[in-house]
């Protein structure tokens, strides 16, 4: 997914679809950046990471402490979902489908579309272009079809 972020970011001159957030700090970060509510660099991992850090310091994180904290609390829910499609894949085999791009796009409806832009750490569907969400569903898909691959892989090796 962060290979099709830095690849989406050089091909459009970092403007990866029409209406997305400003800011310079989006590349290697996931589809939020594009989505986020204000500046890219204020996305739904930084604001999230950023308020557990301060619930659990009592301090507020600087800007580059910030930006640390949002690309682990990405990497940590990504990994998160990676580890569910191998527990869920192997149980319910239609998730599969696709090379797994369904998965991918479960994601994106769920989490991209609905969760984060209810918790209020995202701008909502309504707010964003067709071209942002064909970016952001794209992005995932990619995310799904790179677990199964990955899933296929293991489970060949450890035949």
Do not use: C
Request: charged letters at 20%.
């Amino acid at each position: 997914m962060n290979a099709f972020t830095r690849v989406g970011s050089e091909a459009t001159g970092g403007r990866e679809a029409e209406g997305v957030a400003p800011g310079p700090m989006r590349v290697g970060r996931g589809m939020q950046p594009p989505q986020a509510e204000g500046r890219a660099e204020d996305d739904a991992a930084v604001r999230l990471a950023s308020t557990a850090y301060k619930t659990a310091t009592g301090h507020t994180p600087d800007r580059r402490q910030k930006l640390q904290l949002g690309t682990a609390a990405h990497y940590a829910f990504s990994a998160a979902l990676g580890v569910s499609y191998v527990l869920l894949a192997r149980r319910f085999p239609v998730l599969r489908r696709g090379l797994g791009s369904l998965y991918g796009g479960l994601i994106w409806a769920t989490a991209d579309e609905a969760v984060i832009p209810a918790l209020g750490l995202s701008r909502g569907p309504r707010q964003q272009s067709a071209g942002m969400h064909a970016y952001s569903l794209f992005g995932h898909i990619i995310y799904g079809a790179a677990l199964e691959s990955i899933r296929r892989a293991a489970t060949r090796a450890r035949m």
